[in-house]
């Protein structure tokens, strides 16, 4: 068990509409990260959350958005779905800002309908 | 886009054969990672090499890193059903911003 908790695990809805996906990251951990694995693209690194403030984005959409709460955990919104954004999205924490090796969470895997 | 590119995609052995898992990179680092996968679950970490050393072990995991030819291997010695997973590496830039870039994986099948 890494630590990192991700709800839910998996999310079934339609083109169209909008998610949220939540992570809680290890005890005492500053750092989340999002990522997003498909077969097509493999992991792809969305964004990175420090203490609260946005660190950094990857290739993540314009419909998609994320925060990080005073408490740390996360959420990962995901909005004007379409069918390609059926995935797995992990969530990982560190302990700092620098790229330490990642404790991911279980994952939500979404399918888009 | 990917900065690591493991090789072979995917590999078959039997249980108590070794298996060599090779990634490939594009730009300077700071360190390597080898990761983990079960079938549908999280990633896990394995080992870390950074960039100035070129071996390192943990236990039925050894690890080579050449920044010459910005490759490294990860071989598992005496391979176990338990074994079977995707395993992929993951690499820290120099330059940018300082995060991971996993490649693709390789999908190891070990049969008893």
């Known amino acids: 068990d890494s630590g990192v908790t991700q709800t839910p695990k998996h999310l079934i809805t339609a083109t169209g509409q909008r998610v949220t996906l939540r992570c809680s990251p290890r005890s005492g951990d500053l750092s989340v990260y999002w990522y997003q694995q498909s077969l097509d693209q493999g992991l792809q690194f969305l964004i990175h959350?420090?203490?609260?403030?946005?660190?950094a984005k990857g290739n993540i959409l314009e419909r998609f958005s994320a925060q990080q709460f005073p408490d740390l955990h996360s959420e990962l919104n995901l909005s004007s779905l379409e069918l390609g954004d059926s995935a797995l999205y992990f969530c990982?924490?560190?302990?700092?800002?620098?790229?330490?090796?990642?404790?991911f969470g279980n994952g939500t895997r979404l399918t888009v309908t | 886009s990917q900065q690591g590119e493991e090789d072979p995609q995917a590999l078959s052995i039997q249980e108590g054969e070794n298996a060599t898992m090779n990634c490939s990179y594009k730009?300077?680092?700071?360190?390597l990672q080898w990761y983990r996968q079960n079938s549908g679950r999280g990633l896990v970490h394995l080992i870390l090499?950074?960039?100035?050393?070129r071996e390192k072990h943990s236990g039925r995991l050894r690890v080579t890193l050449d920044t010459s030819k910005k490759s490294s291997s990860l071989l598992i010695t005496a391979s176990r059903a338990a074994d079977t997973a995707s395993y992929f590496c993951?690499?820290?830039?120099?330059?940018?911003?300082?995060?991971?870039?996993f490649g693709k994986g390789t999908m190891l099948l070990v049969s008893p």
């Open positions: 090499i950074r960039s100035n050393e």
């Open positions: 990982a924490s560190t302990p700092g800002q620098g790229a330490s090796p990642l404790h």
């Open positions: 730009t300077s680092i700071n360190n």
């Open positions: 993951a690499t820290d830039p120099v330059s940018g911003y300082s995060t991971l870039t």
């Open positions: 959350y420090y203490n609260g403030e946005e660190r």
